[in-house]
């Protein structure tokens, strides 16, 4: 696979300072105090800087955009402040904290914010916003979709719709529906809608379960109606790759859309370490699986940028068919750009590790050697955490508590260098690897059952005992175990797969892969922001353009270059813009206006940004 990067005329400076990177869904404020960006020069190949709208002053408040059908009207949503506090810029004091900007681009050279419709008190939109044209018995109009996360104690999920036929007067239809627990409705993460001719439907992640996939009847938005929840990696477990990759470990969705090929409804899902999978959806209440991809292995991109040769990370984002529907595109994100590399150096066995997100990373220029010895479930209320002594790394037991709690108390203890945690959880598989959602100071990595009891030297590991939850670790607290050398090597961001929509023994074909040159050079692991690709957006009127939306590295615009019948084809980047004090992209829309194809970019740190493809124009 060949990626062409196009020479673009960035200028590359450090900010004093580095900070090492999260990993997690969407990364906090990137230019923050401490942290660097790529700056640039502004436009480059066939990007035309058109216009913005400045809506913030604050880092990291800004999160997707949508085009309303027309293309006259811009919503950008307002992913709310860090502590869910009410939020001035959002209207006044007395709104809530988060919503969605309401932009007139009629005037694409000069947009105006004319409005903020309000999501409900600590209920934050962020990936799912879009607009559709529904025309069914019980609606006829532009529908604003939004998601909800919690984000505070009177946060609400579920997906809320607004009738935006007359932007400036928004009109609440529907909020908070989706699939309820004991009295709530669950977060979700994304939303997609299609209207099906007499019927709408709409699908949406569901963070809490894993059946995750619902999919809603909105033919009266007003009165929306669950017709079905599916975990595909049970439902289809042929998604799921060889069990020896130990990188793909995390299976489930995260975005998706809905597009008629052919006359069928076809859903292609970016279903993370599972990769990107189709589904007919004809009957939205009995999908049926179409195919998927696989990763390649070894990692494609890291093999051709660096000559680098690690497993696949998976991580598979968000993604879209092209105009043709020949091809799709999907983003992985991924903001760690080292990969753990373990050893059990007592015994002489490799470990599989994953890192903790908000604690310092395991990198170039941190490693965690040393003897371990067992601390319990280091949980409040259990017995206290002894002082480090020879033994420097702690090795804690899963369960009764946060990540966070256990590794607190690891450090109120004293002496210790880093934090191994050991699987005890009979919904992942004891024998499962998870990524650890925890903050603390020193470094934290998350191991299995049966690796945890392997550096303790007890050989009496019963997984059956440890999925029946009636099973905890037979060891004193205050046991030596085996010694660790856990280093990590540069394995780059995430980055962009070009693959053929034509099904082949049940799987699309990848063609090539694409990274921004500074995502695989080591020089630019930290200090210059998130160097991921977050989103795509695909040309609506030339099937061989997309854009995307790629954090600091600005937005970028790539062609399908294809040498003839031959099936092969390359991403090739013929353009893009970073302005000369850097950018932040979360999100990327493309719409026509007079022959001509605008793309509308989300600036985490600003606002609304427009640019123009000048080879589109009439």
């Known amino acids: 696979m060949k990626a062409k990067l196009f020479t673009s005329f960035l200028v590359l400076t ?44 604050t880092e990291g408040l800004v999160a997707d955009v949508a ?18 506090s009410l939020n001035s810029e959002a209207g006044g ?26 999501s409900h008190q600590d209920s934050r939109p962020g990936e799912g916003m879009q607009v559709i044209n529904l025309t069914t018995k019980q609606f006829n109009g532009n529908l604003l979709v939004m998601n909800n996360e919690q984000c505070g104690k009177n946060g609400k999920g579920g997906v809320s719709l607004w009738d935006v036929t007359d932007p400036r007067k928004p009109f609440k239809v529907s909020e908070h529906f989706g699939d309820f627990n004991s009295s709530d409705t669950n977060d979700i993460h994304s939303a997609f809608a299609w209207d099906a001719g ?41 998604i799921r790759q060889d069990a020896s990759i130990p990188n793909l470990i995390e299976v489930f969705l ?33 999908p049926t699986l179409i195919g998927d991809t696989d990763y390649t292995n070894p990692d494609p991109e890291l093999l051709e940028s660096t000559g680098i040769s690690l ?47 908000d604690t310092p990373q395991i990198d170039n220029d941190t490693s965690l050697v040393g003897q371990t010895v067992f601390v319990g479930r280091a949980c409040n209320g259990d017995p206290v955490v002894p002082s480090a002594g020879a033994a420097t790394v702690a090795l804690v037991e899963r369960g009764l508590c946060t990540f966070t709690e256990k ?39 998350f191991v299995n059952r049966p690796t945890g009891f392997a550096l303790m030297n007890n050989g009496s590991y019963n997984e059956a005992a440890c999925l029946s939850g009636s099973s905890q670790a037979p060891f004193a607290i205050g046991t030596l175990g085996d010694s660790v050398d856990i280093s990590a090597l540069f394995d780059g961001w995430g980055y962009v797969h070009l693959f053929s929509n034509t099904l082949s023994g049940g799987k699309f074909a990848e063609l090539d892969t694409f990274a921004i040159p500074e995502a695989h050079d080591p020089a630019f692991a930290f200090g210059y922001g998130d160097l991921s690709v977050h989103e795509v957006a695909t040309d609506p009127q030339f099937a061989n353009f997309a854009y995307l939306s790629y954090y600091a590295g600005g937005l970028r615009s790539l062609e399908i270059s294809c040498q003839g019948n031959s099936g092969n084809c390359d991403l090739v980047e013929v353009g893009g813009y970073l302005d000369q004090n850097g950018n932040n992209f979360w999100g990327v829309e493309a719409f026509v206006r007079n022959g001509c194809t605008y793309i509308a970019g989300s600036d985490r740190d600003s606002g609304l940004w427009i640019f123009k493809n000048s080879d589109t124009c009439p």
């Open 14 to 57: 450090l900010f004093l300072g580095t900070l090492v990177p999260s990993v997690k869904a969407h990364p906090g404020d990137q230019h923050g105090e401490g942290d660097g960006h790529l700056f640039g020069t502004g436009a480059y190949g066939n990007i035309e800087f058109v216009s913005n709208e400045i809506v913030t002053s």
């Open 67 to 84: 085009i309303s059908p027309d293309g006259q009207w811009a919503f950008l949503a307002n992913w709310g402040e860090a502590k869910c």
């Open 93 to 118: 004091q007395n709104n809530p904290d988060a919503g969605a900007w309401v932009v007139d681009i009629s005037n694409l050279s000069d947009p105006v914010t004319v409005g903020f419709i309000p």
């Open 198 to 238: 007499s019927n709408a439907y709409l699908v949406m992640t569901d963070n809490l379960e894993a059946t995750d996939v619902d999919i809603l009847d909105i033919t009266n938005p007003s009165r929306p109606r669950l017709i079905k929840e599916l975990n595909l990696s049970a439902s289809f477990p042929s």
């Open 254 to 286: 995260h975005d998706m859309v809905v597009k008629n090929i052919d006359g069928n409804w076809v859903m292609l899902l970016s279903y993370w370490d599972g990769g990107y999978v189709q589904l007919n959806v004809n009957d939205p209440a009995n």
């Open 311 to 357: 497993p696949p990370e998976g991580n598979g984002h968000q993604n879209e068919f092209t105009s043709d529907n020949q091809f799709f595109i999907g983003t992985d994100e991924d903001f760690a750009p080292y990969n753990v590399v373990a050893m059990n150096t007592t015994d002489g066995v490799a470990i599989q590790a994953t890192q903790g997100t």
């Open 407 to 445: 590794v607190a108390n690891v450090e109120a203890a004293g002496g210790y260098s880093g934090v191994i945690v050991f699987n005890r959880e009979g919904a992942d598989g004891c024998s499962g690897l998870v990524l650890m959602d925890v903050q603390g100071n020193i470094p934290a990595l």
